[in-house]
């Protein structure tokens, strides 16, 4: 029978790691890659058995591969802090690694609760992050800092789970905030280089924000929908204007060419 790793990507998350760990306690191994908490994340997961492992953050795409690194059964299966492993979930995992002609890499639909409630629109479901589940040696990640991509290192397509997972990304209104803003900053570092105003930073943020409340029907999400629709156009625009600010810096730091000395 093959083997299975699961690694979780952590920093302070007290709140939301118990759950993830004992939501994979089926696994043959769990490894969490902290970066550095300071409020006991490390401490919770050790007490359950995972193995830890101290990463600095230098953006999520980094992070993942370190974290596969750290595996060393022959599939993995990743998971965030924020998310949680259904028995269903668990059971066909353990049927697809087993299979003989399974596919190298499978995708994972996403469950998510917000707000009270599923969110079944808003881009919300099936909400494919990267794959998910992959055998050992067959997929990395770019070095993004964040809203990561994978590399697939196999010539077999692509599987997708059946049964979801899933997934609590934010705890409360705050959280949301929190997130937006530091996501924004980080997904300011891959634009910088383009041509940014503000009026591009509105028009960014208000499309981002029509495109999941109309276009992707969260509308039909009740004010939760708004709420994320609302979320999306903030971390966009600001994402943005960050970019913009980084280009100003780095105008304003930039030495003055020298002026000519004239002679009377």
Known sequence: ??????????????????????????????????????????EIAQQLGAKVVQVDFKGFGDLRNRAIDACSMDWIFSLDADERCTPQAAQEIKQLVAAQDAPDVYHTPRRNFFMGRWIRH???????????????????????????????????????????????????????????NRYSSLGAEKIVHKKISMASALWHGSWSFWKHYVFKAGFLDGWAGFVIALGNFEGTFYRYVKAMEIQQQSRWNTPPRQLPTHHD
């Open 1 to 42: 029978m093959p083997t299975i790793s699961v690694y979780i990507i952590a920093f302070n998350e007290v709140e939301k790691v118990r759950a993830a760990i004992e939501s994979v306690l089926w696994a043959d191994e769990i490894v969490l890659v902290d970066s550095h908490s300071t409020d006991g994340t490390a």
């Open 122 to 180: 808003s881009g919300w479901y099936p909400n494919y992050r990267q794959p998910q589940l992959f055998r050992r040696g067959a997929m990395r990640y770019d070095l993004k800092p964040v809203h990561e991509g994978y590399v697939l290192q196999t010539q077999r397509p692509l599987g997708y789970m059946k049964q979801a997972i899933w997934q609590f990304p934010f705890k409360n209104i705050a959280e949301v905030m929190h997130k937006a």
